[in-house]
């Protein structure tokens, strides 16, 4: 204990130790330090405590499948591998119809998969009925499955295309199979990467706004965090700093997910990968700035399963899923090289290194698992039967 003291006095971290254990929220000063630091052990040492706080030694992973409905889009974001501008001659714009989305859903149909991840770029040339149709079909093509769908973005082009409010739009959207909203589209909440990244897109308040609507609506989401590219680490605070307000507010957000740039084949494509050192920090202090968040998500599929593994150390609780096609940044990217991980990987990462894996679904509720599974599940006591 002596020794961690030290440490955390030599890192200038260690008032921030005291906060913790009293419960004292930390300010932006904190933030920049535990920015700026290179002591990440120290860094992650405080997340870990708030982590275990949380959730002890739980894991919490989800069967999962991501669909991208479309990759047409009008919003040309200079971060973007993903799109194809609307009238581009260039052969890669595509739009799954209801039926054919529903139709990757059966391919899944022996696999217990309880989260449907359904994101897309903003096509203007898809109606009000299409995102309807589209939860129709895919619900009724799994109703076991929870449908996590259209980022806050998505969603006021949906209420755009239905000249309507969001108030009137989301309860429909609610009957026809959405369950819970993914975090995309808040990139950083600042308005000069605004302005040079993602100019034709929802400002800051636009987004804020979005999801006042949904949460008020009693929808849950996650909120995201694109680091790695042009951002400041003062950006990166006031941004975890406004999350932890809207929060505040709404109550509305069950995981912060930072997002890792991937700069292959972008208008960025000169900014470099973002390191293992630096993905686990953003992991940390994610977690010790959103103390009112339940959740920190480490996607592998961008960090890679060894960082994602580390993560659990260092403030994640939640391994996403086997995230079976996931094409936001695959095309050719440089993290995404393994797209699948099977449900047996998932539990050696998070086993391998002492923790206990749960199986959850899109609302971070627990899947109950038959007798035998459950205890290769949890090798472990949760928290709550301690
Ligand atoms: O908003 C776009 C990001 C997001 C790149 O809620 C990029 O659990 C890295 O919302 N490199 C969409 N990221 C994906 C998304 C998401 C993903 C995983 C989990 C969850 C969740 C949500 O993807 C966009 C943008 O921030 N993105 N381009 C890129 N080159």
Request: aromatic share 8%; charged share 25%; with cysteine.
């Amino acid at each position: 204990m002596k020794a961690i003291a030290e440490q955390l006095r030599r890192s200038g971290l260690e008032d921030i130790l005291g906060k913790i254990h009293d419960g004292r929220r930390l300010g932006y000063d904190d933030g920049m330090r535990l920015y700026t630091t290179p002591d990440l052990t120290a860094v992650g040492y405080l997340a870990n405590l708030a982590r275990e706080r949380r959730s002890g030694d739980r894991t919490y992973f989800v069967r999962n499948l991501h669909i991208n409905y479309t990759n047409i889009c009008n919003k040309l974001c200079k971060f973007c591998s993903f799109y194809a501008a609307p009238n581009s001659q260039d052969g890669r714009g595509y739009v799954l119809s209801p039926e054919e989305a529903a139709a990757r859903v059966t391919q899944y149909a022996g696999e217990p998969i309880r989260e449907i991840h359904m994101v897309a770029g903003i096509n203007p040339k898809l109606s009000y009925d299409y995102y309807l149709d589209l939860l129709r079909a895919v619900k009724a093509a799994r109703p076991d499955a929870q449908i996590k769908a259209f980022t806050m973005i998505e969603l006021a082009q949906i209420a755009r295309v239905a000249k309507r409010s969001l108030v009137e739009v989301l309860p429909e959207l609610q009957a026809a199979g959405l369950a819970a909203c993914p975090g995309g589209g808040a990139e950083v909440f600042s308005e000069r990467v605004h302005e040079e990244l993602f100019r034709a897109k929802l400002d800051n308040e636009g987004w804020f706004e979005v999801a006042r609507a949904v949460h008020r609506a009693g929808i849950r989401s996650n909120v995201t965090m694109l680091y790695g590219h042009i951002e400041t680490v003062e950006e990166k605070v006031r941004h975890l700093l406004h999350v932890r307000e809207l929060q505040d507010e709404t109550g509305g957000f069950m995981c912060f997910v930072p997002l890792a740039f991937d700069p292959s084949r972008t208008e960025l494509a000169h900014v470099p990968v973002t390191t293992g050192y630096a993905n686990l920090r953003e992991i940390a202090v994610g977690r010790l700035l959103l103390d009112n968040v339940e959740h920190v998500k480490a996607f592998w599929i961008m960090i890679t399963p060894g960082v994602a593994q580390m993560a659990l150390w260092y403030g994640a609780d939640d391994l996403d899923g086997t995230v079976s096609r996931y094409e936001i940044t695959h095309a050719l990217g440089t993290r995404s090289h393994r797209q699948v991980l099977t449900v047996e990987q998932l539990l050696d990462l998070s086993r391998e290194v002492g923790r206990v894996p749960v199986e959850r679904d899109a609302l971070y509720n627990l899947v109950e698992q038959p007798a035998a599974l459950s205890s290769r599940l949890r090798s472990g006591p949760l928290e709550a039967d301690r």
